[in-house]
């Protein structure tokens, strides 16, 4: 199990705009991620159920992703562990522009000072489409 998910991580990763030195400099800094992030803005379209019980599908952007999380805002609350699903325009590997469906749990909502709530997500598992 633990050897398909690196596996499917890399894959992941080789579609993220991630540079190398970005992700040495924020490692000197105390850093709980284990998988580098992409500051990359990509624009995705969200499914999911909110805390009030009511299904959404909307268009977002990310602020980041990584092969195992995300953080998106939406401008609706979530329940710490709701599945949420999205479809994001991936910007590299070998084909640009290709997209991945990703599926994955809530792990952090907390309301900005904008008004949308940043929605931290673990990725459970993903594909190219």
């Known amino acids: 199990?633990?050897?398909?998910?690196?596996?499917?991580?890399y894959t992941l990763d080789f579609h993220l705009?991630?540079?190398?030195?970005?992700?040495?400099?924020?490692?000197?800094?105390?850093?709980r991620r284990a998988k580098p992030r992409s500051q990359n803005k990509l624009t995705a379209r969200v499914w999911g159920v909110d805390r009030d019980d009511q299904p959404f599908s909307l268009?977002?952007?990310?602020?980041?992703?990584?092969?195992?999380?995300?953080?998106?805002?939406?401008?609706?609350r979530m329940r710490f562990s709701a599945s949420i699903s999205l479809a994001v325009r991936l910007p590299n590997g070998p084909v640009d522009?290709?997209?991945?469906?990703?599926?994955?749990?809530?792990?952090?909502?907390?309301?900005?000072?904008?008004g949308h709530t940043g929605v931290a997500?673990?990725?459970?598992?993903?594909s190219f489409i």
Do not use: W
Not at 17 to 31: K, Q
Not at 104 to 114: E, L, N, P, S, Y
Not at 121 to 126: C, L, Q, T
């Open 59 to 76: 268009d977002c952007v990310l602020d980041n992703i990584s092969a195992s999380g995300l953080y998106l805002r939406l401008p609706r």
């Open 97 to 114: 522009g290709r997209f991945a469906a990703i599926n994955g749990t809530v792990i952090r909502d907390q309301m900005d000072h904008d």
């Open 17 to 31: 705009p991630i540079s190398d030195s970005a992700f040495r400099l924020s490692r000197s800094v105390f850093e």
């Open 1 to 9: 199990m633990m050897q398909c998910e690196q596996r499917a991580n």
């Open 121 to 126: 997500v673990k990725i459970i598992e993903h």
